[in-house]
């Protein structure tokens, strides 16, 4: 098909004024809204360079099972922000850094309309992979580096996020740094956060030079955050598709529970005269387990179990194990809360307590920002399906103050949180461009 002549001019145009448009030569045999979205240039991101920064960036906190272990608030999570940092202040972005160590990169669009925000978070678990978190934080850098050398200015200002402790697994809570970004938790209580070895938050910032800023992005004002992520699932794998539009995060609610029993000598004392800690427990963890058979959509999961004294020879005197309950619907989830709380106080061998760890009310992303990913993947010719979030994320934390979205890709065998957690090229960069594809959308809203 022959373009009509004023959109062959006008492609002519842009392939002389913008030298990275992507514009292909045989452009009369594609249909012009390949290269237009909201009458805006539509931009690739550079593939080679994405999967060289994701390199770079897994070689920061390297474990040598081919693992990454960046803890938040570690030396290798700092190192890790500053390779980020590095990277967005060499392309001459604005960076801030604010108290509790969160990243923000700005690239200023042309008018005072609420900014967009995309981003994610750079620390990982223990036994991470390379790509939970790194992928949302370096296609967000993609995105902004891509916007800017191509000479666009959009109207509205990017900002490239890097959340602080989103994963929760030395300090809690998790999604910390969106949380504090938000107004959810103060700097105090941040601080005050402390590791299994009694290390807290404030003393690690005072430790770690340069960690903690002073500035803050109060000045802009964002409207929409979107968070580029693996899936964490195998559903696309399954159904071998290239995106997620995410349209919701389930809730969570996360317990610790302490049974009280008494100490005594396991050969001596008879059986009926006994509170066994570690025996009530076990009876406990197995009856919470039935709960998703009678709550449908329900998952639970007792992840964490201490016993004390811990000996062979000794009844426990005290078991502390965790309860991690999460379900898309809030009525549900507080349903399976209540039904929790029963289960633990039926019996009266020992004595229960009950601390209340974390929760999130599951979350409704903006139809808006799920449209603009939609439409971003569908522009690009990628298969797709609508779906809720297993996982708790920053956008879930973000979405009660900006309008917020997700773009999931194929977590190769639904496996991460695991050195095996991988995502081919083809998939991460699929992901990138509807991100940037999304944000392109997003700029004419
Ligand atoms: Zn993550």
């Not at 202040?89 to 923000?104: K, Q, T, Y």
């Not at 005594?264 to 006994?274: S, Y």
């Not at 570690?278 to 709960?291: D, F, I, K, W």
């Not at 439409?375 to 979030?389: E, F, L, P, R, V």
Request: proline content about 3%.
């Amino acid at each position: 098909m022959r373009l009509p002549l004023h959109l062959r001019s006008l492609r002519l145009v842009l392939y002389a004024y913008v030298p990275y448009a992507y514009v292909p030569y045989e452009a009369d045999e594609i249909p012009v809204t390949i290269y237009f979205t909201h009458m805006n240039l539509k931009l690739q991101i550079d593939s080679a360079r994405l999967e060289q920064h994701l390199i770079e960036l897994a070689q920061i906190g390297a474990r040598t099972d081919g693992g990454v272990c960046r803890l938040a608030f570690s030396d290798a999570d700092l190192e890790g922000r500053a390779y980020v940092e590095d990277v967005l202040s060499e392309a001459g972005l604005e960076i801030r850094i604010d108290p509790v160590g969160n990243l923000f990169a700005i690239l200023r669009g042309t008018s005072t309309l609420p900014a967009i925000m995309i981003g994610s978070h750079t620390d990982t678990v223990a036994t991470g992979g390379r790509y939970d978190g790194a992928l949302g934080v370096l296609a967000a850098v993609e995105c902004a580096l891509r916007i800017k050398e191509s000479g666009w200015v959009p109207n509205r200002s990017i900002v490239v996020a890097s959340f602080v402790n989103e994963e929760g697994v030395r300090f809690m809570p998790d999604m910390m740094g969106s949380l504090y970004h938000s107004g959810q938790i103060s700097l105090d209580a941040v601080a005050a956060a402390t590791d299994l070895n009694g290390v807290s938050i404030g003393q690690e910032l005072t430790r770690l030079q340069g960690y903690a800023g002073t500035e803050t992005l109060e000045d802009i004002d964002v409207g929409y955050f979107l968070e580029l992520h693996i899936e964490q699932g195998p559903v696309l794998e399954d159904e071998d598709l290239d995106i997620g539009v995410v349209t919701g995060v389930q809730g969570l609610s996360w317990t610790e529970v302490t049974v009280h029993g008494a100490s005594n000598h396991a050969g001596t004392t008879p059986m009926e005269r006994r509170r066994d800690a570690g025996l009530v427990s076990g009876e406990l963890m197995s009856n919470l387990r039935q709960l998703p058979n009678e709550i449908e959509g329900l998952r639970l999961t007792i992840g964490s179990v201490t016993y004390h004294p811990n000996l062979i020879n000794v009844i426990a005197s005290k078991v502390q194990f965790t309860v991690d309950i999460r379900h898309p619907d809030s009525a549900r989830l507080q349903d399976a809360e209540a039904r929790v709380k029963r289960l633990l106080t039926e019996q009266s061998v020992c004595q229960i307590t009950c601390k209340s760890l974390a929760r999130v009310e599951p979350c409704t992303f903006s139809e808006q920002v799920v449209s603009a990913v939609q439409n971003a993947s569908d522009t690009s010719g990628y298969s797709s399906k609508q779906m809720i979030s297993g996982a708790g994320h920053d956008a879930q934390i973000l979405n009660s103050k900006f309008r917020s979205g997700m773009i999931f890709i194929p977590s190769r065998g639904g496996i991460s949180h695991n050195i095996e957690e991988y995502s081919s090229l083809k998939q991460v960069v699929a992901g990138a461009n509807v991100l940037l594809g999304a944000v392109q959308h997003l700029t004419e809203k």
